[in-house]
């Protein structure tokens, strides 16, 4: 069945980095496109990134645009999110997900916090 294995979350002073990674299985992954989304406390579920099946294309959420960078390598079924000058409103758990497969991963927790 379909696995989505999210790992790199942790608590981080704002301005700093994380990189965040997940690890699928279950399904053809570089036949599709991924995407990140977040949800923090008491907020519905929201996107971040979204990078196509040959990683020709990505899209970012206005709210981390110029500051995350998804990608992916398609020979370790992993998809990447790069997180850079992570702001306190950053703090969420962080999903992946295959467009068009509805399962979803167990999430990694970002906290940005001084």
């Known amino acids: 069945q379909v696995q989505l294995v999210e790992s790199g979350g942790g608590l981080v002073q704002p301005g700093g980095s994380l990189r965040l990674s997940c690890v699928a299985s279950g399904f053809t992954f570089s036949r599709y496109t991924m995407t990140w989304y977040r949800q923090a406390p008491g907020k519905e579920r929201e996107f971040v990134a979204q990078i196509t099946s040959n990683s020709i294309s990505t899209t970012y959420a206005d709210s981390v645009k110029g500051r995350f960078t998804i990608s992916r390598d398609n020979s370790k079924n992993t998809v990447y999110l790069q997180m850079n000058s992570l702001k306190p409103e950053d703090t969420a758990v962080y999903y992946c997900?295959?467009?068009?497969?509805?399962?979803w991963g167990q999430g990694t927790q970002v906290t940005v916090s001084s």
């Open positions: 997900k295959a467009v068009n497969i509805g399962s």
